[in-house]
């Protein structure tokens, strides 16, 4: 199968370095002689058709900026097998013969069901602050977001020390722990309480009460 022309969206939650990748993968294609067209808004513009032509001038200026300028959301219909065939429906209608998502772990479940019913084209790019995709050393996002809250935690121990108190520090990362383990790590921190291994609570205030 010749491709001629590939369609690219961003899913799930927005991470730092989405505008670089959807640059790289317009520069790359438009280079190679494809055309490009954008997906608003995930799998939800997927099934509703939202697409909008990328050129060069499309991506100028965007490696710097935050989020994804295609916009992301999250599309419980396209979990369902009509919401993919509504997708599948709309990529054939436009002439396109290839997708790329740039997302995490849900949206490469999405991604790999689209190929395996429908034999569609599909390449994943790992997008994802969780880093919780198999065979990725680190996704699009993941060392920003960890270095984002250790600046965060830097301000923070100022204030802990002049106060002489105890902080729990919450950051994201959904059932993954790997953000919490990295920025534990680097701040310092006295425990670090992640998805993958059982705490003891009372221990652990023990432990802060102890000299």
């Given at each position: ?50 697409f909008v ?6 991506v ?80 699009i996002g ?8 250790l ?14 108190r ?9 059932k ?36």
């Amino acid at each position: 199968m010749e491709i001629h022309k590939i369609a690219l969206l961003t899913s799930g939650g927005d991470a730092p370095g989405m505008n670089a990748a959807i640059r790289a993968v317009v520069r790359s294609a438009i280079y190679h002689h494809l055309e490009v067209v954008g997906v608003l808004r995930g799998y939800q513009g997927l099934i509703d058709a939202n697409f909008v032509s990328l050129q060069l001038e499309s991506v100028s200026n965007i490696i710097g900026r935050g989020g994804t300028i295609l916009k992301t959301a999250r599309c419980a219909e396209f979990f369902e097998k009509e919401g993919r065939e509504k997708a599948v429906e709309q990529l054939k209608k436009n002439r396109i013969d290839g997708l790329i998502v740039i997302g995490g772990n849900g949206s490469f479940r999405g991604a790999h069901l689209l190929a395996i019913e429908h034999n569609f084209p599909v390449i994943g790019v790992p997008g994802t602050i969780d880093n919780d995709i198999m065979g990725t050393d680190f996704s699009i996002g993941s060392d920003t977001a960890v270095n984002t809250a250790l600046e965060a935690i830097d301000k923070i121990r100022d204030t802990v020390s002049s106060m002489e108190r105890i902080f729990v520090v919450e950051v994201m990362g959904r059932k993954e722990g790997y953000i919490a383990l990295r920025v534990g790590l680097g701040g310092g921190a006295e425990d670090v309480l992640i998805p993958q291994t059982e705490y003891d609570i009372e221990r652990m205030c023990e432990d802060i009460q102890s000299p």
